[in-house]
């Protein structure tokens, strides 16, 4: 049966629709709540500002007063979104409508998305953002668009890390002033492999490091400027409103947040050992250096893909975090899409190993969680254990699908700009 653009979008409100009155029905009827906690707290957070007081007077409310406010349309209509923004990415990039559809269902229909999506989580608005981030660049936006949604992924921390690649896309051989920057289309992609031309991301950490002395260009310092400009201007309002309780909650908390809570991360059995005493700036450090030395390598090796260099980041930032838990999922599913109509896995088998490996490793992780939060039993080892097998099953999936994905840079350098270039160089 053929499925157009418009029976996927249908279909799959339908389904969140229906999700979100079986959860009405669990909720009440079930041990295990499908609604997520983080939904009742941005509810009473919301319900608070509607009544004129501070969001921080609701328990556990730990983020911008910006969730606040988009709180109410986050059950289906920003997940709609982030399909929409897919396929307009993937057809900037010339990706055939069958092969659009096919990367947004897996967006769509994906089990994480719309289960974490429908129970009450925010992750969708962000996910939203960060798409109409990588649209906006692609389609050679001025940049006071792209500092704009920029600014407002404060609604979450991680998008953080995507700071490096953007400055880096934001290239004077990629974006002219008052032009369209000249966009690599999946067609031409697929005529280089076939000719044997494979395009190695390596040879752009080289390029980068002889060219440092020009990274300080007009449109990376604009962006960081106004960037900045507006981070600080929405701080400045919030803590008008909210005083230090917003700055202590919003953001203070969570550069020394320590969860003692079980979860998917392999530090929380030590955290649990020991949350009741201050850790060392050497501990923090020994869980700190392995993630920010992989997302350098990372950032370097595939920076000029962007969509690309954003899913490893984002697989390897939640792998060694601090806490994972499964919302954080879904910020690497969002991208996923993006990257089908460049990979080379075969489906059947190999796509069909890291998806069994990689629930496998989860389902095992949640076996023992179950076991400790509703059966009372101690199993804090065996779910330690469970958390190291994740995180190599991260590891392993990752690794599966970067030596599968050829390798596109989403700008191809305008000829008149790489003349220049060579001569400088010479």
Request: aromatic residues 16%.
């Amino acid at each position: 049966m053929r499925c157009d653009f418009n029976s996927l979008v249908i279909f799959s409100v339908v389904l969140r629709i229906v999700l979100i009155i079986y959860g009405e029905w669990q909720d009440t009827h079930m041990e295990v709540r499908y609604t997520d906690v983080d939904y009742l707290v941005f509810s009473g957070a919301s319900s608070l500002m509607a009544s004129g007081l501070s969001p921080y007077k609701r328990s556990t409310y730990r983020y911008s007063p910006l969730l606040a406010f988009l709180l109410l349309p986050n059950s289906f209509i920003h997940h709609i979104l982030v399909g929409l923004f897919i396929r307009n990415i993937l057809k900037l990039r010339g990706v055939p409508e069958n092969l659009c559809l096919i990367s947004m269902g897996a967006w769509l229909f994906n089990p994480f998305t719309f289960t974490i999506g429908t129970r009450g989580n925010c992750e969708p608005i962000v996910c939203a953002i960060v798409l109409w981030i990588i649209i906006c660049i692609m389609n050679g936006a001025r940049c006071y668009k792209q500092h704009f949604g920029t600014v407002l992924m404060s609604t979450s921390e991680y998008p953080i890390i995507y700071a490096l690649p953007l400055v880096l896309v934001l290239n004077p051989r990629n974006i002219q002033a008052g032009s369209k920057p000249f966009l690599q289309t999946w067609g031409a992609t697929q005529q280089k492999s076939s000719q044997g031309s494979n395009c190695k991301g390596g040879s752009f950490l080289f390029n980068s490091l002889l060219r440092l002395r020009n990274l300080l260009t007009r449109e990376r310092i604009l962006f960081g400027l106004l960037s900045a400009s507006v981070f600080f201007f929405w701080t400045w309002l919030f803590f008008y409103l909210y005083q230090w309780e917003f700055l202590n909650e919003a953001l203070l908390y969570h550069l020394t947040r320590t969860d003692p809570r079980h979860n998917f991360s392999i530090y929380f059995y030590h955290i649990y050992l020991h949350h009741e005493r201050e850790f060392s700036i050497l501990e923090k450090l020994v869980s700190f250096l392995p993630q920010l030395t992989v997302q350098l390598v990372l950032i370097f090796r595939y920076a000029q893909d962007l969509p690309f260099c954003l899913f490893v980041q984002t697989v390897a930032f939640v792998a060694f975090n601090k806490v994972v838990t499964a919302q954080y999922f879904v910020w690497f599913f969002c991208l996923l899409p993006l990257l089908l109509p460049w990979s080379n896995m075969n489906l059947r088998w190999e796509g069909l190993s890291c998806i069994l490996i990689w629930m496998g490793a989860q389902l095992h992780w949640l076996m023992w969680g179950y076991m400790l939060e509703f059966k009372g039993k101690n199993v804090f080892v065996q779910l330690w254990v469970a958390g190291l097998l994740f995180l190599a099953a991260n590891t392993w999936v990752l690794i599966k699908i970067m030596f599968r994905h050829k390798f596109s840079p989403i700008f191809i350098a305008s000829r008149k700009t790489s003349v220049k270039s060579a001569r400088k160089l010479q």
